[in-house]
């Protein structure tokens, strides 16, 4: 039995006030270290994705194996990930959404935790309706993210998403949408990462869109068109991929075909769960562990058994639809 590990951003604990939501998408670089040590110390083996592939098509999938991944692309891997990896020869994959590295990505959430840590107070005019949020103490600017979040989530229109934004924001909309940008791995960084044997570079999407939702041209676009664009970019063959969100409900039968169907080798969702022999049939139906600001040793040990996919998958050991 294995575990594909599920990373987003790698960052020292930074000075100043965050809000809350998001610090469970962030580990420090000593805690990527811990998480080494304790499969180390398991004598698990590391595997990249091709040979997690080639584990589970030779029937080997019973042994202890972990794959690290992170999803996006953020500019921190590059920074604080990838030398922690190269000081213990670890293989990683990282999964661009290809708009991130394009600057054409609007990292919306990142814009309103700034926004809110920046302001008193939050006045605008959306739809008709007029809200005056107060954002003084930390109480306030939680509630007012959560608020904020709650509004631009309603709205099923993505093409419209930049229109609500410019409202909420207003003034402080480029700044913020120039500070998002930088969060992003570029081309270049991902040329190089390419480069090393220990680094394979996955599609995670153009635009990060929930995948199920899509008809089926926009779906070949999002999936094949990420594709080629990194391929374009590192001169070299993507042949893995994570679905964005991946959880029932934005990836299913449908999408996990479709990729397969692509030409992929694998693919990863969100959905919790351990890898088994029995994945064999369901290369891109991968389950994966999300490591968080919680996912000590302890948490790790419950995480790894089994015990928090069993009850939240209702006891089912594979979920694979
Ligand atoms: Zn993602």
């Not at 590391?46 to 992170?70: E, H, P, Y």
């Not at 709650?150 to 229109?157: A, C, G, H, V, W």
């Not at 449908?254 to 029995?278: D, H, K, M, S, Y």
């Amino acid at each position: 039995m294995g575990h594909i590990l599920t990373f987003h951003r790698v960052i020292p604990p930074l000075a100043g006030p965050r809000i809350h939501n998001h610090q469970g998408l962030e580990v420090s670089p000593e805690h990527l270290e811990e998480v080494i040590q304790y499969f180390l110390k398991r004598n698990y083996r590391f595997l990249s994705l091709d040979q997690l592939k080639t584990v589970l098509d030779r029937g080997d999938a019973d042994q202890k194996f972990v794959v690290f991944t992170f999803d996006d692309g953020y500019q921190d891997v590059w920074q604080y990930a990838y030398p922690v990896f190269q000081q213990y020869k670890v293989p990683f994959a990282i999964y661009i959404s290809t708009n991130f590295p394009d600057q054409t990505a609007i990292l919306w959430w990142y814009m309103l935790e700034d926004f809110v840590l920046r302001k008193d107070r939050i006045s605008f005019c959306l739809s008709g309706k007029t809200y005056d949020i107060s954002c003084v103490n930390r109480e306030e600017k939680e509630a007012a993210f959560a608020r904020l979040r709650k509004i631009i989530l309603n709205e099923p229109d993505q093409l419209r998403l930049p229109g609500i934004l410019k409202t909420i924001f207003g003034d402080l909309y480029a700044a913020l949408m120039q500070d998002s940008q930088s969060l992003s791995l570029s081309w270049e960084q991902i040329r190089s990462l390419s480069q090393d044997p220990l680094v394979t570079i996955g599609a995670h999407t153009i635009n990060h869109y929930p995948l199920s939702q899509l008809d089926e041209s926009m779906l070949k676009q999002e999936v094949e068109g990420s594709r080629l664009r990194i391929e374009q970019e590192i001169q070299g063959p993507v042949r893995h991929f994570a679905f964005p969100f991946g959880k029932k409900g934005e990836a299913s039968l449908r999408e996990f075909a479709f990729v397969q169907q692509a030409g992929f080798l694998t693919a990863t969702t969100t959905r919790i769960g351990n890898i088994f022999p029995a994945h064999k049939d369901f290369p891109t139906a991968l389950p994966r562990i999300s490591i968080n600001e919680v996912s000590h040793s302890p948490v790790l040990a419950l995480q790894t058994a089994g015990f928090i996919s069993s009850v939240v998958n209702r006891g089912k050991r594979m979920i694979t639809d």
